[in-house]
């Protein structure tokens, strides 16, 4: 298997313009997670999915971020209207369910830069 | 809610000094327990992980971490570092509470530099 599948790797944007992330878990994997990770924040679970359902996004910091998972080997995060306090490195991630392994395996992250 | 902490920001060892990363969690149930390490420019990889049977945990690349379950900690071990181990460490604790759901926790991240 491939991994856990990111685009793009890098995003660099406009403030106020829409950016949206991608994302390809591991097949057979039924949970996904998006993370948000910056200097000062360091680790910050977002939201993650179980069979394609969302299940916990308390972590999904405003109403600008939504997520979405229309089938089990694809999600998206966006972000509408982008501000520069977005600019981080955003990692999917995904696991088995934690009742059988739970160890979740990273994707290369996308480096979001907005100006 | 669940918390964990790690206890050092920054650690900085020269090559061949021995290694111990604190991390404590905040949980009453059964919790899974993980180490992940980020080298620099990378993305997080799983370095060991412990879910029950013998609370020492042996990983990749030499390193170990003991469950102490009275103390709630999870520290990591390494005999002797090497300056290639220079890296973010995170501790994370997953807790299953049913019906598809479960409480996840990455502790603040631990950097530890090995100078030559």
């Known amino acids: 298997d491939a991994g856990v599948i990111q685009s793009p790797r890098h995003e660099v944007t406009e403030m106020g313009q829409e950016v949206t992330l991608r994302c390809k878990p591991i097949?057979?994997?039924?949970?996904l997670f998006w993370y948000r990770q910056t200097m000062m924040r360091g680790l910050e679970l977002l939201i993650y999915?179980?069979?394609?359902?969302?299940?916990?996004d308390s972590g999904m910091p405003e109403d600008r971020f939504s997520a979405k998972m229309p089938n089990a080997s694809f999600s998206t995060l966006k972000i509408q209207p982008s501000e520069p306090r977005d600019s981080a490195v955003y990692f999917c991630?995904?696991?088995?369910?934690?009742?059988?392994?739970?160890?979740?395996?990273f994707g290369p992250g996308t480096r979001l830069l907005v100006l | 809610a669940q918390s964990v902490s790690q206890h050092n920001h920054h650690v900085i060892l020269s090559e061949a000094a021995s290694l111990e990363l604190g991390c404590n969690y905040s949980y009453g149930g059964t919790v899974n327990l993980f180490w992940y390490v980020q080298y620099p420019g990378q993305h997080l990889q799983l370095l060991l992980k412990?879910?029950?049977?013998?609370?020492l945990v042996k990983g990749i690349k030499g390193f170990e971490a003991e469950f102490i379950k009275s103390k709630f900690s999870f520290n990591l071990r390494k005999p002797s570092v090497q300056w290639s181990d220079t890296a973010e460490y995170f501790c994370a604790v997953t807790a299953y509470s049913g019906a598809g759901s479960y409480q996840l926790t990455f502790g603040k991240g631990t950097k530890l530099s090995v100078i030559p």
């Open positions: 999915f179980n069979n394609n359902v969302p299940i916990d």
């Open positions: 412990y879910f029950s049977g013998d609370p």
């Open positions: 097949s057979g994997h039924d949970y």
């Open positions: 991630a995904s696991s088995f369910s934690p009742t059988s392994s739970g160890t979740q395996y």
